[in-house]
């Protein structure tokens, strides 16, 4: 079975093509272009159709899987104005696709599309019950519960990034102490630089924070750097981050009762600087049966998650 898969997000868009076939999927070729605000949405898809088609080259295809950021209606086919993607308001995606290509065509948001993905062909392989987790700029969440993916009656379930977890503190998905704004690129950020300023003021100055540096040009790569050649300021960063990740998990834990939680991106990267002190909460605050059959893993697909979960999609 031919595959064909659109993976659209605020930055850059990838077409991918691939096989499916008893059981495993192969990625066969895949562009990536930048994402083009500047184009009408009607516009950007016509471009993915037109890079699909090179990339097909003649091959008919037998299903279509399309992955973004939400809020869309995975019902309709509709991306309903993801933050990221300005003027993507109320979009039909999925029509034009299948007008088109005359095949079954399948859109999902991201982080559904990766639960999929590493479900199927990942570290989910085996599970009935599992979550995924973005931890990535944002932080959402794809949820398969008794073998299915779980959406919600109004595609909004897993939005786990919405949950507060402290009065104040870093900000995500638009709330301050949110789970998001603990936990995920922009919000090790933020974590960094008040730490950071809280230490030079204190007389040491962190080695992610050379003289010059400003908020916005602070990642979570330069301080996952430094924490990696021992800095204490870094080190602290990380340690808060995965104090407060095991206290969002150990909520996931409590209302789901998941066999695994997987989680991708940073979590993937940086694992042995947050694992420590997040079993630490999830020990403190899961109830002991659910956290104790439930495992934490990092994403298995790694940098080609995305392409594995617009395919995915098309399989759904």
């Not at 290509?101 to 399948?106: C, D, G, M, T």
């Not at 021992?230 to 960063?237: F, H, P, S």
């Not at 697909?301 to 594995?308: H, P, T």
């Amino acid at each position: 079975m031919r595959l064909l898969g659109f993976d659209i997000g605020g930055t850059k868009c990838a077409v991918i093509v691939g096989k499916y076939k008893e059981g495993h999927i192969t990625i066969t070729s895949k562009q990536v272009l930048p994402t083009n605000l500047k184009m009408s949405p009607e516009e950007m898809v016509d471009s993915l159709c037109n890079i699909a088609d090179g990339l097909l080259q003649g091959e008919k295809v037998d299903r279509v899987g399309v992955s973004c950021g939400g809020p869309l209606d995975s019902n309709t086919g509709r991306i309903l104005g993801p933050p990221n993607l300005p003027g993507w308001d109320d979009v039909p995606i999925v029509k034009p696709v299948k007008e088109k290509y005359n095949v079954p065509v399948f859109l999902q948001n991201d982080a559904n599309a990766c639960a999929l993905a590493e479900w199927k062909f990942g570290n989910g392989r085996g599970f009935q019950n599992i979550i995924f987790l973005t931890f990535g700029t944002g932080l959402g969440a794809g949820l398969i519960l008794n073998g299915k993916l779980y959406t919600g009656a109004s595609d909004m379930a897993g939005e786990a990034g919405h949950i507060r977890l402290e009065r104040y503190g870093p900000v995500g998905y638009g709330k301050r102490g949110s789970f998001e704004g603990f936990c995920s690129g922009s919000g090790l950020a933020q974590i960094g630089y008040t730490l950071a300023v809280e230490a030079i003021q204190n007389g040491t100055r962190p080695l992610y924070f050379p003289e010059g540096t400003t908020a916005d040009k602070l990642t979570a790569r330069d301080i996952a750097e430094a924490a990696r050649q021992g800095d204490k300021t870094a080190l602290e960063v990380f340690q808060l981050c995965g104090s407060y990740l095991g206290a969002g998990l150990a909520v996931l834990i409590d209302i789901l009762n998941p066999e695994a939680i997987i989680i991708g991106s940073v979590f993937a990267r940086t694992e042995d600087l947050l694992r420590e002190s997040m079993e630490m909460a999830i020990q403190r605050e899961a109830l002991p049966g659910a956290a104790k059959c439930c495992r934490v893993l990092p994403a298995l697909l790694g940098e080609s998650l995305g392409d594995y979960a617009a395919l995915s999609t098309a399989l759904q």
